[in-house]
């Protein structure tokens, strides 16, 4: 029998948020670089995390197999190992927690270094839609006095809401957290969509140089910002919002970047992109506006590969020119392969 029990609500969350306070250069570079760290079961705070009860599964399970025949046990016995095999892969699984606040006093104070860090505001949507071609599953923790007992008919509902289950409860302890829960099926690094963050709050005691470098390396994003601040004779805070000193003009991933080919300006879209997380393996075709020399479509590639393709050993891109003759073969590709980067330009075209 469940202890009480506490929910923040089974409605998905237009927007979640990270606390951020750890190595600054590190988070950053995640920012900078579009990717997460979903953390293994081993590597999270709470020692408790996937305890569950798993007696009542094992009684009626050895109740069944008293009754039925041969065969049936045989697919009891096998379905008992699936179990198992799910346990198993929930022990190798990545979870990256967020929050359903960005205005709680603790999290502030555990989670962004006593004030001196930030947090990154999700459009939820855009970053699970990041991972149509992985098995990503979301849902919000569950607060309970004790752990989770899963019964046999608990055990054969569908995949998600049994992964729910086991990773899903937290003790009450922990309620002030509102902790939604995003589980990938390996820990890890996982690129996702820029267009997923929406905004960056600035902790009450966070460096203004720190503040400074997160909207230099965010600039051309269209992320707004945000400072946090305590309400007078209070312990309540609010937030003020603070003007990007780079301006409004969204051009990251529109534009080459400056660093690569100076001043002048060249625009790109991406036509295709796609990424195989089990092969680490990558592709991108790409339409430019122009053509750039083979140094910048070097440098360009670095750029794209960094940009859209963290975690990848394995990228090939292919590039056009916007306007050019249609004759079936394109102006360019590079491939990334063992931390290497080969660039082929058709001067015929």
Same mark, same amino acid.
Not at 31 to 50: H, Q, R, T, V
Not at 173 to 178: A, D, G, K, P, Q
Not at 206 to 222: A, P, V
Not at 276 to 290: A, D, M, P, Q, V
């Given at each position: 029998m469940f202890g009480s029990r506490k929910r923040k609500g089974d409605v998905k969350p237009n927007l979640v948020y990270k606390y951020r306070g750890g190595e600054f250069s590190r988070d950053l570079e995640s920012?900078?670089?579009?990717?997460?760290?979903?953390?293994?079961?081993?590597?999270?705070?709470?020692?408790?995390?996937?305890i569950n009860n798993w007696d009542k599964f094992r009684i009626q399970s050895n109740l069944i197999g008293n009754f039925i025949g041969t065969e049936p046990k045989e697919k009891l016995s096998r379905f008992n190992k699936s179990v198992e095999k799910l346990i198993s892969t929930c022990s190798k699984a990545g979870i990256y927690s967020v929050s359903t606040t960005y205005e709680d006093e603790l999290l502030w104070a555990h989670y962004s270094n006593a004030h001196k860090g930030f947090c990154i505001e999700y459009d939820l949507d855009i970053l699970l839609e990041s991972y149509q071609s992985n098995r990503v599953f979301s849902f919000p923790i569950t607060y309970n006095s004790e752990p989770p007992n899963l019964s046999f008919i608990e055990v054969g509902v569908e995949r998600n809401k049994l992964i729910q289950k086991i990773l899903g409860f937290k003790s009450n302890?922990?309620?002030?957290?509102?902790?939604y829960r995003i589980v990938t099926d390996l820990w890890g690094k996982y690129?996702?969509?820029f267009r997923a963050v929406r905004s960056i709050y600035f902790g009450l005691r966070?460096?203004?140089?720190? *503040?400074?470098? #997160?909207?230099?390396?965010?600039?051309?994003?269209?992320v707004k910002y945000f400072q946090m601040k305590l309400h007078p004779e209070s312990y309540n805070f609010f937030r003020e919002e603070v003007l990007d000193p780079n301006g409004s003009r969204l051009s990251y991933l529109k534009y080459i970047p400056e660093f690569i080919i100076g001043k002048k300006q060249v625009g790109f879209k991406i036509r295709e992109k796609d990424y195989?997380?089990?092969?680490?393996?990558?592709?991108? *075709?790409?339409? #430019?506006?122009?053509v750039i020399s083979h140094e910048e479509l070097i440098n360009f590639a670095t750029f794209i590969k960094d940009n859209l393709f963290q975690e990848a050993e394995r990228i090939n891109m292919f590039y056009d020119v916007k306007d050019k003759e249609d004759i079936g073969i394109v102006w360019a590709t590079s491939h990334f392969n063992e931390g290497e980067i080969k660039v082929h330009i058709n001067e015929s075209i």
């Open positions: 920012l900078e670089k579009n990717y997460f760290w979903a953390s293994s079961i081993a590597e999270l705070n709470d020692p408790c995390e996937g302890r922990w309620v002030y957290e509102n902790e690129s996702y969509d966070m460096g203004e140089e720190q *503040k400074e470098n #997160i909207m230099n390396i965010l600039k051309g994003r269209g195989l997380r089990l092969k680490k393996r990558g592709n991108i *075709k790409i339409e #430019i506006e122009s």
